[in-house]
């Protein structure tokens, strides 16, 4: 990968819709170069996936939940089918696998607090995975970007 393909990665994080032609303005390149080296970056795996970020108003799901989780129980075995258990839910929007106090920190979205506590119970409740979790309730979204710098 070189400066180029920095450039594009960049352009297509803030707008995967863009043309070639308008990224090759940006990054100066030709819009067929540009359309071989996307192809490239897909093919080669460095573009997992094009997604189109919602707003809140366009989906049910209208509240934000921050969940710490502590594990009953530990071994790579029990971490993986947690793993797999968060996954099965579409209202866990991110998780993370993580180091310190807790062992997962989850993402969550429910159109209210009532879906929410239904949620909680399938998921944490009537898990044996789950010795102890904390949620906090966000009032709004202050910054959503899935972007990261590519150097």
């Given amino acids: 990968m070189d400066d180029f393909d920095r450039k594009i990665l960049s352009q297509l994080q803030e707008n995967s819709r863009q043309t070639a032609e308008a990224i090759s303005e940006t990054v100066g ?34 509240m934000t939940f921050i969940v710490s989780i502590v594990l009953a129980k530990h071994g790579p075995d029990r971490v993986d089918r947690f793993k797999d258990h968060i996954r099965a839910f579409s209202e866990v929007q991110q ?34 995975y789950v010795e102890r979790f904390h949620t906090t309730v966000t009032f709004s979204t202050v910054k959503q970007s899935l972007t990261v710098p590519i150097r």
Avoid: W
């Avoid at 067929?32 to 897909?42: G, H």
């Fill in 29 to 62: 390149l030709s819009p067929t170069a540009c359309q071989r080296r996307i192809k490239k970056l897909r093919d080669e795996g460095y573009i997992e996936k094009e997604i189109a970020l919602l707003a809140k108003k366009a989906t049910e799901s209208h």
């Fill in 95 to 128: 998780g993370f696998y993580v180091t310190g106090e807790h062992d997962f920190i989850l993402i969550v979205t429910a159109r209210d607090m009532n879906h929410f506590d239904a949620l909680s119970t399938k998921i944490f409740f009537n898990s044996d």
